[in-house]
């Protein structure tokens, strides 16, 4: 082999010398060609993008019709710039504004681009294809069942999208299939659960009832792991429904007092002050006391002291007294703020004897300056 | 005789076939980093398009800026930071113990007073001595601390810092404004996302304002030029193409994002060591691996940060010998990765490589050189053979180079000016003719100093800053 | 009746040219300038009537220049009425906006007619 490469060595480095310069003048040229172009479309590209905004501004204000918004689009490019804008605007604006957009989605070319990316091999394809339905007024339900398919795929982007198309156009069944894929795909962002709980909040015409009830039936289900039970005990709480008020008390008073995870216990805690009634309030704060202050989760003590704190009664003082010992810095932070919500109690004179004074001043200093107006 | 240059013959060419390897394996690098460029650049696009990601109710950042003697840029650099945009992220200046007016400029200029702020000391580092905040700049803070280097530093600001993730920058590093969220959406793709690096651009020869680049050009010494090449080559591609394979083992300490929880469950920067950018994500991997725990370690091609590269051959060479020294230690400590199936493609391909090609080339390239000589006076080899050398050698890398300028016109293409285009190609050539060859001889005393025992930083001297406008 | 002259800092171009047709539509004086030194500096050489300030701009943000203005002795800021526009709608940033000085405070995304009730409230104050 050697001797090959010897007596061809000559021919060898010619060859990649040629290469070399081959692709040196490949890089040269397309640099060139690729400026020049990129120059030219850039002015057009530039003058259209002019004209489009101009013409959706327009549109949007309601000054003008689609039709007229059509006759400056010629081709596939200018579809681009104006779904560039539309993106650019939605995320900007709201109300009567937004839904005029939504009518610009509605032109033909549109709806046969992002169709035909639909059944395009490709992930992302499918997932921009779903999104665009989502923001569809209408809809060939034809679509719906392999959509429906899609939000059962591990990849996060592609079941998220189809979600949220789902959601908007799909019926209760399939609302609840989307949704419980979704919770069961631990590779989606806890974000993205949000959003979708959001948009089917705001497609059920503001009816908080439907959420909340499609949020305790996954509850009752009892099948998702920790951190997503957590996330819609979240979510049912910020509803503030009083419906739902009574199925979280019930289900803090009976969920086992040893836990594997701190999320569930912790999140719950975080909510009982919303939902304790003046019967239940004993049993809430009683179990607190006696189950949760001495867990072996700083996160669920904490979230105690927060809570001992907003109920504001006076058999939880100890414990928080207790509290200011505690191993953790935001439990002794927060017991410490809990505290100084009482009438009559000042910092100054709650300092436990045997605490060092730097550990003090630190904990003093940290509750001043939450309390202290920054701005 | 015979026998003796026979045996240098065999060398030659086993010096000539490593030079091949290298260099083409290089290449195949390149192109999976195309691959993954692209995909990278389409994933991003998506998120834009939806409401798949609103950074409004996200993660949280915390950006850590070491400072060390920095009173000439400091101000400029933070005004910097402090104007991303980002909703809900903090700035943390650590002023390692600097030695001139660093921290009296920063509590001037934008009024800062102590504060009380608990820090728990969940990373050992030297003692802080404050911490300063602001009611103007209600997200920044300064930590002034006792000196004890970048890794310390950066500990004490992981310390002080109370939000999900944290973005380690260097003290001359220019952020582009869009560039947390876009470092975000790798956090967003996958919630098990523990590290992401982004890219390194060279600065030099740009001008910039009001934080922002406005024009990219190539910079005007010979030296910045070869390395902008360079950075293109093995930053910008040479990382991306290890993305492709799940076993990106740098991320630059100029600039990469951090899950805060996952770097104190590993312990934090390592303070004996030069090369603790590296050896933190390679800590990291090894963690989660050990574990058997789903994670990810990802690098993005678009947020981009901009760089003061040296213009000094000396303070390059400074700064090379410690990149090389930080190379050896990494691989070192964490030998028993190498080749372990246990560890993937990180262990059978990412590291051996490195340890073939980055490590140990400077050795084998230089004295393959001497031997080429010695050989072609002894008559070991003929001059057929030393062409081949020489193609291998030198031509393939030219190649190499020239399709990373290929690369960028390809997909980034930031530098505007077709004249920057040639002299991009013309110092790809030049790269491979001479800096190369003394590039090899800096990470050859590197790699002794190593095996010698050297830890020091050495000198890094700052112009007055690339940034201002 | 002159009109009354309105000063938009918004680096978003979109939500800029809304802006701007929708104020000249209803026949107010309105300038429009994209980052935040241009911002402080038309503000101080021109005096608008209102100023209508995005927070996250190139340069310096409105916060800054709000500052900036109430710290410069040669200026009076109540003269100048301020309404802050943004996608930074924490607590926290509301609270900053309206103690430096902003009369109203416009979270993104937000509503175009309300945005421009607001305005008109802000100017007749």
């Known amino acids: 082999m050697i001797d090959y490469l010897q007596t061809h060595a000559i021919t060898i480095m010619m060859v990649v010398v040629l290469m070399l310069a081959a692709i040196s003048a490949m890089v040269l040229i397309g640099a060139l060609y690729s400026r020049w172009i990129l120059n030219v479309t850039k002015r057009n590209r530039g003058r259209k993008k002019e004209k489009l905004s101009e013409c959706v501004i327009q549109f949007i204000s309601g000054d003008i019709e689609v039709d007229e918004v059509q006759q400056i689009i010629h081709v596939e490019e200018d579809y681009r710039i104006l779904l560039e804008i539309i993106n650019d605007l939605s995320s900007k604006i709201d109300g009567p504004e937004k839904e005029r957009i939504a009518d610009l989605l509605e032109m033909e070319p549109i709806k046969n681009y992002y169709t035909s990316r639909f059944y395009s091999k490709n992930r992302l394809e499918q997932a921009k294809a779903c999104l665009y339905f989502a923001r569809q007024k209408s809809f060939h339900y034809s679509f719906l069942p392999k959509v429906l398919e899609y939000t059962a795929v591990d990849y996060p982007m592609l079941s998220y999208a189809a979600a949220m198309a789902v959601i908007v156009h799909g019926n209760e069944d399939q609302k609840r299939k989307a949704l419980k894929n979704q919770l069961l795909n631990e590779d989606l962002s806890d974000q993205a659960i949000n959003d979708l709980f959001v948009e089917y909040q705001n497609i059920s015409d503001g009816e908080l009832k439907e959420e909340v009830d499609i949020i305790m039936g996954f509850l009752k289900e009892n099948s998702y792991s920790p951190a997503r039970t957590a996330l819609l005990i979240k979510t049912l709480g910020e509803l503030n429904y009083h419906e739902s008020a009574e199925f979280l008390v019930q289900k803090f008073l009976s969920i086992p007092a040893e836990q594997e995870y701190p999320d569930v216990p912790r999140t719950l805690i975080n909510y009982m002050p919303v939902f304790a009634t003046s019967e239940n309030e004993e049993e809430i704060l009683n179990r607190i006391h006696t189950d949760y202050s001495v867990s072996t989760f700083s996160s669920v003590r904490e979230a105690c002291a927060k809570a001992m704190g907003m109920f504001m009664k006076d058999v939880s003082k100890p414990i928080l007294m207790w509290m200011l010992y505690d191993k953790d810095f935001y439990v002794r932070f927060y017991a410490a703020k809990s505290l100084v919500q009482f009438p009559g109690v000042e910092l100054s004179s709650i300092k436990p004897e045997d605490m060092e004074d730097k550990m003090w001043n630190e904990l003093v200093g940290e509750v001043e300056m939450a309390n202290e107006q920054i701005y | 005789m015979d026998l003796f240059l026979k045996i240098l013959l065999y060398i030659n060419v086993f010096v000539f076939i490593y030079f091949v390897f290298v260099n083409v394996s290089y290449i195949t690098l390149l192109y999976f980093s195309y691959v993954q460029t692209k995909r990278s650049r389409k994933e991003s696009k998506i998120f834009r398009l939806s409401g798949l990601f609103d950074s409004r109710l996200y993660k949280s950042i915390s950006i850590l800026a070491p400072a060390y003697n920095e009173e000439e840029s400091i101000i400029e650099s933070t005004r910097a930071l402090l104007n991303l945009e980002f909703t809900d992220y903090e700035v943390i200046v650590v002023n390692d113990g600097s030695k001139d007016e660093t921290l009296a400029k920063l509590i001037d200029n934008f009024k800062l007073k102590k504060i009380d702020r608990y820090i728990p000391n969940e990373l050992n580092c030297e003692p802080i001595k404050a911490v300063y905040g602001s009611r103007h700049y209600p997200n920044l803070f300064v930590v002034d601390k006792e000196n004890g280097r970048k890794a310390d530093a950066l500990n004490a600001g992981i310390n002080v810092s109370r939000k999900d993730l944290i973005c380690a920058v260097d003290s001359d590093t220019l952020l582009e404004p869009t560039v947390l969220q876009q470092m975000l959406m790798a956090f967003v793709a996958n919630p098990n996302t523990v590290a992401v690096g982004g890219v390194v651009r060279v600065a030099n020869g740009c001008t910039f304002n009001l934080g922002e680049v406005q024009k990219v050009n190539t910079p005007k010494t010979h030296i910045a030029r070869i390395q902008a090449v360079e950075y293109l080559r093995s930053f910008l591609f040479g990382r991306t193409g290890w993305d492709y394979f799940d076993s990106l083992l740098i991320i630059s300490g100029a600039f990469g994002v951090f899950d805060r929880e996952s770097v104190i469950k590993v312990g934090g920067y390592l303070h004996d060591t030069v090369g603790e950018d590296m050896e933190l994500v390679v800590r990291l991997h090894r963690y989660y691996r050990d574990r058997d725990e789903k994670y990810r370690i990802r690098f993005l091609p678009e947020p981009v940060c901009w760089t003061e590269v040296p213009e000094s051959w000396s303070v390059l060479g400074r700064q090379r010998n410690r990149w090389q020294r930080g190379l050896a230690d990494t691989l070192w400590r964490h030998r028993k990765m190498m080749l372990n199936p246990k560890y993937g493609s990180l262990g059978m391909l990412a590291m051996p490589f490195f340890l073939m090609v980055e490590l140990l080339s400077p050795i084998i390239e230089l004295s393959g050189y001497v031997l080429l000589a010695v050989s072609l006076y002894l008559g070991a080899i003929n001059v057929q053979f030393a062409l081949l050398f020489f193609t291998a050698a030198v031509l393939l890398g030219m190649i190499l180079s020239v399709l990373s300028v290929m690369l960028e016109e390809l997909t980034f293409r930031r530098y505007d000016r077709m004249r920057d285009v040639l002299i991009l190609i013309l110092y790809a050539f030049l790269e491979n003719f001479g800096y190369r060859q003394i590039h090899a001889w800096w990470r050859l005393k590197g790699l002794i100093d190593f095996l010698k025992g050297n830890k020091s930083w050495g000198e890094m001297t700052r112009s007055k800053g690339t940034f201002s406008s | ?125």
Do not use: C, N
Not at chain 3, 3 to 12: S, T
Not at chain 3, 110 to 118: H, N, T
């Open chain 3, 1 to 125: 009746m002159s009109k009354e002259r309105i000063l938009l800092v918004e680096d978003e171009e979109m939500t800029a040219r809304l802006i701007l047709y929708r104020l000249k539509g209803l026949g107010y004086d309105v300038e429009h300038v994209k980052d935040g030194v241009s911002g402080l500096e038309k503000i101080k050489t021109t005096k608008p009537d209102l100023v209508v300030l995005d927070v996250m701009l190139p340069g310096i943000s409105g916060f800054e220049i709000l500052q900036d203005l109430e710290e410069d002795e040669d200026f009076d800021l109540s003269l100048i009425k301020v309404i802050m526009l943004t996608s930074k709608s924490r607590a926290e940033d509301v609270s900053r906006g309206f103690g430096l000085g902003a009369m109203e405070y416009v979270p993104k995304p937000f509503k175009m007619d309300e945005f421009i009730l607001r305005l008109k409230r802000v100017l007749k104050s």
